[in-house]
T-cell receptor, first 115, second 114 residues
Framework: GAGVSQSPSNKVTEKGKDVELRCDPISGHTALYWYRQSLGQGLEFLIYFQGNSAPDKSGLPSDRFSAERTGGSVSTLTIQRTQQEDSAVYLC?????????????FGPGTRLTVL | TQLLEQSPQFLSIQEGENLTVYCNSSSVFSSLQWYRQEPGEGPVLLVTVVTGGEVKKLKRLTFQFGDARKDSSLHITAAQPGDTGLYLCAGSNAGGTSYGKLTFGQGTILTVHP
């Protein structure tokens, strides 16, 4: 596709359940980022993948959050034992490189609601 | 931890008015980006500024990066209803393992009334 795609677009789950969110970056983009946007908040960095380097996980809020990127392309963000405070829009972005002036292209996000 | 303070949080104006959104930090950034986000969509990049004192214009939008690269502003001239949306500033730094990672401000929700 032409842009970053994310699935599902909406996810409603019960507290305590695990969820998986998927991101398909733009083909050929080496850098991939996950951000979280809560109501009334700006975007919060979660994790960053660059090529074959070890990911920067410094933004993950707890050990219930994990992410992987397979084959340098698709990425999955997993939240285990979801809590109500996990409710947010989860955004994925990719860029051709990871330079400070490289454009990050964002997907439409997955809106997660934890009941 | 680097923080970006964005103000105002909300802005409601009439069509034709001018406005300025500010983004301030105590930290230096290698680059500063401005995004616009529509409901149900991801942010879309408007501009990137990388040089202290840099000014960029995009039609009725003027972006400025502070001389010390700690602050930035977005000025819209003669706002139109189509400018309505969420505006976000984001800073990035070179070096280390977080090269390219963006630190976002809280955002400004702009509403332009016809």
């Amino acid at each position: 596709g032409a842009g970053v795609s994310q699935s599902p677009s909406n996810k409603v789950t019960e507290k305590g359940k695990d969820v998986e969110l998927r991101c398909d970056p733009i083909s050929g983009h080496t850098a991939l980022y996950w951000y979280r946007q809560s109501l009334g908040q700006g975007l919060e960095f979660l994790i960053y993948f660059q090529g074959n380097s070890a990911p920067d996980k410094s933004g993950l809020p707890s050990d219930r959050f994990s992410a992987e990127r397979t084959g340098g392309s698709v990425s999955t963000l997993t939240i285990q034992r979801t809590q109500q405070e996990d409710s947010a829009v989860y955004l994925c972005a990719s860029s051709a490189l990871a330079g400070v002036a490289d454009t990050q292209y964002f997907g439409p996000g997955t809106r997660l609601t934890v009941l | 931890t680097q923080l970006l303070e964005q103000s105002p949080q909300f802005l409601s104006i009439q069509e034709g008015e001018n406005l300025t959104v500010y983004c301030n930090s105590s930290s230096v950034f290698s680059s500063l980006q401005w995004y616009r986000q529509e409901p149900g969509e991801g942010p879309v990049l408007l501009v990137t500024v990388v040089t202290g004192g840099e000014v960029k214009k995009l039609k009725r939008l003027t972006f400025q990066f502070g001389d010390a690269r700690k602050d930035s502003s977005l000025h819209i001239t003669a706002a139109q209803p189509g400018d309505t949306g969420l505006y976000l500033c984001a800073g990035s730094n070179a070096g280390g393992t977080s090269y390219g990672k963006l630190t976002f401000g809280q955002g400004t929700i702009l509403t332009v009334h016809p």
